[in-house]
Nanobody, 111 residues
Framework: QVQLVESGGGLVQAGGSLRLSCAAS?????VSWFRRRPEEAREFVAE????????FYAESVKGRFTISRDNAKNTVYLQMNNLKPEDTAVYYC???????WGQGTQVTVSS
């Protein structure tokens, strides 16, 4: 059984930064971040391979968000810079290819 716990969300002004964390209880795996804006479907944000050597980003966050991981801590991070109001969403992490999801962390960006 794998448990994923997100943290680091909050309220920030446009142009600000936040760093989200996804702490996992199980073995290391490829991890993705998704987000769900109000009244919209969940969308892909970023992904990192289990080794950390491969990363992928949605076009909407490229150049602003950076995904990284520390396997010694079994934690994946999402550094979010230059935040925009449209980044407001609940952010979730997921073990790719599994049904393991965290509970989500709210990010609110004010204009």
């Amino acid at each position: 059984q794998v448990q994923l716990v997100e943290s680091g969300g909050g309220l920030v002004q446009a142009g600000g930064s936040l760093r989200l964390s996804c702490a996992a209880s199980g073995r290391a795996s490829t991890v993705s971040w998704f987000r769900r804006r109000p009244e919209e479907a969940r969308e892909f944000v970023a992904e990192i391979s289990w080794s950390g050597s491969n990363t992928f980003y949605a076009e909407s966050v490229k150049g602003r968000f950076t995904i990284s991981r520390d396997n010694a801590k079994n934690t994946v991070y999402l550094q979010m810079n230059n935040l925009k109001p449209e980044d407001t969403a609940v952010y979730y992490c997921n073990y790719v290819g599994t049904s393991y999801w965290g509970q989500g962390t709210q990010v609110t960006v004010s204009s």
